[in-house]
């Protein structure tokens, strides 16, 4: 049996070349276009690390446009959405421009990386389209690189960490306390160890390690025997994605008593980990057990369509877009050109939450309650999804809701 | 002190070491024979942990931990049938594309089946907890791990250098074209070689489901970190990929011990060291065909 001569070890090289391309590489889902329509974009990474994610926002704003088109529509036109895998910030900014272009979208909802959010955004701003951000996290985002058409209904990195902050001192755990972190190491991780570093160091805690974590990693023994040497009070987690999934799940298999948090979570990645791994303290913007009247019938709308829970990342996409529908409505006109002006005029939105929240015009980053769970104990679990009890939510009712914002430290210029 | 702590990463590498090798023998396995760059190699990994979780819930852990590698081996022969036989003689770079189509479509197949979400998936009752050595700890489940990698690497060992089996195989390897003149078919071994390498793929995924997420794109996490560890042994060479998933292991963790950021790099720095004083790998063989 003759081979080719032609094969070589470098075979083998462009082997392991074309194993890390493999990661990189995304599909498009395509929803067709058609007129008399209201066309909202929707570009979230669905593939990758922050793929488990998108999918749960994907969900949650198909479920919006089905609701608001059963109402409807907006102004008597059907909403349209055309979804896309946006992969990396390469192609979220190429995808952005086609979306509005060719497209001819209305505005663009989604993003979860904080880096592809920064492109989507800028191109927001070139073409004076709306963005809403669903899921990036990074306070650069509403500081340095803010502009007049990047909204944020996710929460900046300094309001989670405020919000599990507030229950952490709650719980005496940052006075006098020694802290080891693990930091995913890139923008988003950066930032947020960064705020976290801030707030538990002013409120008196120690960091006595900060490791950054490389994305790409799996394993993190080494990392769990570093951390039992050092003995610490608490162990903090700035890790993201299946990140939190491995970290949680080996953490557990080390036996590792010393006490979790995280400055930054999603839910899927824990409902993923699985029976007797998920432990500690951990913020959200929103989550199932939130038990306000509106909440109670997304719950039950998205349970009923896919069979579980909506995830928090699928909060805000459904918000996003219901938020869209009603601003045209209440503006009695589907112009694009004046949705950003009239989101920044201090609207308030039933989002699902004990009190209503506004887009404030500062930095576009939606005033709203944060939320806190602690993880349940495994024989307490009533199902797969039961695995946190909420601990309630910041800041408190009879406290301004802009307590939880970011500082308004004049970073954020916004161009007329 | 510290040395303590020193010793006690580079044994921990070790045991990391042993689910790279579990994975690159594969690997290995089906280009020494085939010269087939298998880029859905992590995919088959995936396709393991994912029956592993559904297996679970039906059969239970040890059913599953028996069933799911033997099934992916049986994909293994299906794929090798349908799409490797036919590659064997052209040009590798045909192979290549092949098998990254074919990591894609397992990728996505599992996506839409089982979704993005990863499945939650834990570490059996009876296998949790740790052994205490002094001051080292160690999961029970990870010398587990270490156990079944290390009988499978000698089964394949015996298999591949005790057997008739294995002679033919090796023959192969040197010189396909002599075997075929000596009256011996080498396409049913070749079926069972990659219906081996891909099953030891399955074995690992059903191995780590429960220590890592169990998510679509898992494969594709652990592939690149299996191919740098087949170059850095050589080709052609059991030994060589054996060595070499222990250094990365040891490499890795000492890395992480002083300069934690460039963990994941340590590998690929590893990697061209090697190349560069050893293009052949620590302990590649002078295969003619390769040369």
């Not at chain 1, 990140?243 to 010393?258: M, P, R, S, V």
């Not at chain 2, 011990?257 to 790998?281: H, I, K, T």
């Amino acid at each position: 049996m003759a081979h080719s001569d032609d094969l070589t070890r470098r075979m083998l090289l462009k082997g392991a070349a074309g194993a890390s391309a493999l990661a990189g590489l995304g599909m498009p889902a395509i929803v067709k276009a058609q007129s008399d329509v209201i066309r909202i974009g929707h570009l979230t990474p669905v593939t990758g690390f922050l793929g488990p994610l998108g999918e749960f926002a994907q969900m949650g704003v198909k479920l919006a446009a089905e609701e608001i088109n059963a109402a409807g529509g907006v102004l008597g036109r059907k909403v349209e959405l055309v979804i896309e895998d946006s992969v990396n910030p390469q192609t979220a900014s190429a995808k952005a421009e086609r979306l509005i272009e060719r497209d001819k979208v209305a505005m663009i909802i989604g993003e979860i990386s904080s880096a592809s959010a920064l492109a989507i955004g800028q191109v927001a701003n070139r073409t004076k389209t709306v963005f809403i951000n669903t899921g990036a996290n990074s306070d650069a985002l509403r500081g340095a690189s803010c502009n007049p058409f990047m909204f944020h209904i996710e929460a900046a990195n300094s309001m989670m960490v405020t919000a599990v902050g507030t229950y952490l001192k709650t719980e005496n755990m940052i006075k006098g306390k020694k802290w080891y972190s693990l930091t995913a190491d890139y923008a988003f991780g950066h930032d947020l160890f960064r705020v976290a570093k801030k707030f538990v160091t002013e409120n008196g805690g120690e960091f006595i390690g900060e490791e950054l974590v490389p994305t790409d990693a799996t394993d993190f023994s080494p990392y769990l025997l570093k951390i039992r040497q050092a003995q610490p009070d608490i162990v903090a987690s700035n890790l993201a994605g299946n990140q939190i999934t491995n970290f949680i799940k080996q953490y557990a298999e080390y036996g590792l008593q010393f006490p979790i948090t995280g400055f930054g979570f999603d839910t899927a990645v824990a409902w993923g980990a699985g029976k007797g791994n998920f432990s500690g303290i951990w913020p959200l913007i929103w989550h199932h057990m939130v038990g306000t009247p509106s909440s109670k019938k997304f719950v039950e709308a998205f349970t009923k369509k896919y069979g579980k829970p909506p995830e928090n990342q699928s909060w805000g996409d459904y918000n996003s877009l219901k938020i869209v529908a009603q601003s045209f409505n209440e503006m009695k006109a589907a112009d694009p050109q004046k949705l950003a002006e009239h989101l920044r005029k201090g609207a308030k939105f039933d989002i699902l939450k004990g009190r209503e929240g506004y887009f404030r015009a500062y930095d576009n980053q939606m005033v709203q309650e944060m939320y806190a769970v602690r993880a349940k104990d495994s024989d307490k679990m009533k199902d797969q999804w039961d695995i946190y009890d909420p601990l309630g939510s910041v800041p408190g009712p009879n406290e301004d809701l802009e307590a939880l914002a970011p500082p308004k430290d004049g970073i954020c210029k916004m161009q007329a | 002190m510290a040395f303590v702590f020193l010793l006690e990463q580079v044994l921990n590498g070790l045991l990391v070491g042993a689910y790279y090798l579990l994975i690159a023998l594969g690997l290995s396995l089906i280009f020494s024979l085939g010269g087939i760059v298998n880029l859905s190699h992590g995919a088959f990994y995936a396709v393991g942990a994912y029956l592993a979780v559904t297996l679970t819930s039906r059969i239970g852990f040890a059913g599953a931990f028996v069933a799911s590698p033997l099934l992916v081996a049986l994909l293994g022969v299906v794929i090798e049938r349908l799409l490797f036989r036919r590659f064997y003689r052209s040009d590798p770079i045909l192979s290549l594309l092949l098998t990254f189509g074919l990591a894609m479509i397992i990728e996505q197949s599992l996506r839409i089946i089982f979704g993005a979400a990863p499945l939650p998936f834990s570490i059996p009752t009876a296998l949790r907890g740790q052994v205490f050595l002094g001051s080292f700890i160690y999961p029970r489940y990870r010398l587990i791990i270490f156990g079944v990698a290390l009988t499978a690497v000698i089964a394949t060992w015996f298999l591949v250098y005790r057997t008739a089996f294995g002679r033919v195989v090796r023959a192969g390897v040197q010189n396909p074209d002599m075997v075929g003149a000596l009256g011996i078919s080498l396409q049913p071994y070749m079926t069972a070689v990659a219906a081996l390498g891909i099953g030891l793929a399955g074995l690992a995924g059903v191995l780590l489901a429960p220590i890592s997420g169990v998510h679509p794109a898992m494969g594709a996490e652990i592939l690149t970190a299996a191919f740098v560890v087949v170059v850095i042994g050589g080709l052609g060479s059991f030994w060589g990929v054996i060595a070499a998933a222990a250094l990365v292991g040891v490499v890795r963790g000492l890395t992480i011990y002083f300069f934690p950021p460039a963990g994941e790099a340590s590998m690929y720095l590893l990697m061209a060291l090697v190349l560069l004083l050893r293009p052949r790998g620590l302990l590649g063989e002078r295969i003619q065909k390769f040369e």
